[in-house]
């Protein structure tokens, strides 16, 4: 007898075990007995794509399938081709587990193991200011949490006794039958514990943990930045049933300053700068985190110019390297201006334009680009 399995499965022989498997499971579904009811060419069908996978999803046995053809390998299939009885019907549970554990609620893959569980992870986000990301500090922080019930020790029991679950005999796991299948499921008694209590703690009502304001401490490293998270090994919520406690993040936000921004290592500040200081240089008192520092503004300064002032950032929390200090000079227009300031500023523009453009370079090239462009628009 020769068969084309690939065909049967509606693949190419180049298929990964991926694209078979999906194949698979299309077909399985699809002519499964519990669906198809009496319909002898849709048992046929799921007959043989259940043989079809059984081969190719064996290296050894795609191999020799490959290289010798059907006959090599329809002696190696447990029941072969056969009915639904003999080495078929033993083993399909377990062929199709995987495939239908998600539709009956259970199965090896998802069953919970009896015993404490682990609690759950918490989040946490943690507002500081710049001063403090950068400096580093010890911050308390309160927070709601399931923590363990003390009176019984996380037990869940008032007497500190627990019995073997009658129903799953402590296993935790109890075996259902879905038509021809036999799925496992968790034990609804005893919710997967594998143990019940029959005197429960009357202040967590047996669960072994309760709703408390929990206070910590949590030690903020100088460096951190915005977007930072810190991990608390063990400080989540308390796992039931006096399970392992789960661990707690503390995303960080940094407040914005009135002063600095933050980019990476580096600050950045802008720093209003009078006309005068300007035009004939000077020196400016610079603030930075360890205080103010003198900076040399040269004579004839820009709006927009910036100035770097070295290892006056921050230090980060990854390195030891230091970021610097970067600012921005914004040159004021003076406002509020009495009759003699005002006359004082008159006789000083009429002294430049005397001078022609040389005072004033990039003023002369802006309006020479002016003129091109609106020539080119007009012509």
Not at 201 to 229: T, Y
Not at 325 to 335: A, D, G, I, Q, S
């Amino acid at each position: 007898m020769s068969k084309d399995l690939y065909k049967i499965l509606g693949v190419n022989k180049s298929a990964s075990q991926a694209d078979i498997k999906k194949a698979y499971r299309r077909l399985a579904m699809k002519h499964h007995p519990d669906r198809a009811g009496d319909d002898a060419d849709a048992q046929e069908k799921f007959k043989e794509a259940k043989m079809a996978y059984e081969i190719l999803k064996d290296e050894r046995k795609r191999q020799m399938y490959d290289q010798y053809g059907f006959d090599a390998v329809s002696g190696q299939n447990g029941g072969g081709h056969g009915g639904f009885g003999g080495g078929f019907q033993g083993d399909v549970g377990d062929i199709f587990g995987d495939i239908f554990s998600d539709i009956f609620g259970g199965g090896r893959r998802g069953a919970r193991s009896a015993g404490p569980q682990r609690g759950h992870d918490m989040q946490v986000e943690l507002s500081i200011e710049l001063e403090e990301a950068i400096n580093g500090l010890e911050k308390e922080i309160t927070l709601p949490t399931m923590a363990t019930c003390k009176p019984c020790h996380g037990s869940g029991s008032k007497d500190g006794e627990k019995s073997t679950c009658q129903t799953c005999g402590g296993i935790g796991q109890v075996r259902m039958q879905q038509g021809m299948f036999s799925v496992q499921q968790t034990c609804p008694d005893c919710r997967g514990q594998g143990s019940t209590i029959s005197n429960p703690c009357g202040h967590c009502g047996g669960q072994g943990r309760r709703q408390e304001n929990s206070q910590l401490k949590v030690n903020i490293p100088a460096g951190v930045d915005e977007g930072d998270r810190i991990r608390l090994t063990g400080k989540g919520e308390a796992g039931p049933q006096g399970g392992p406690a789960g661990d707690l993040y503390v995303d960080i936000r940094v407040k914005p300053h009135d002063i600095f921004t933050r980019k990476g290592d580096d600050l950045l500040c802008e720093i209003p700068v009078d006309f005068a200081t300007a035009c004939l240089g000077g020196e400016l008192n610079v603030p930075t985190l360890s205080g103010a520092v003198k900076l040399k503004v040269p004579p004839e300064t820009q709006s927009g110019k910036q100035f770097r002032v070295r290892g006056k950032g921050v230090q980060s929390v990854r390195s030891h390297s230091q970021g610097d200090l970067f600012c921005k000079v914004h040159v004021e227009t003076p406002v509020n201006l009495n009759h003699e300031q005002k006359d004082i500023l008159k006789s000083f523009d009429e002294s430049l334009k005397k001078g022609g453009d040389k005072n004033n370079p990039r003023r002369k090239g802006w309006f020479d680009n002016v003129k091109s462009f609106l020539d080119k628009v007009t012509s």
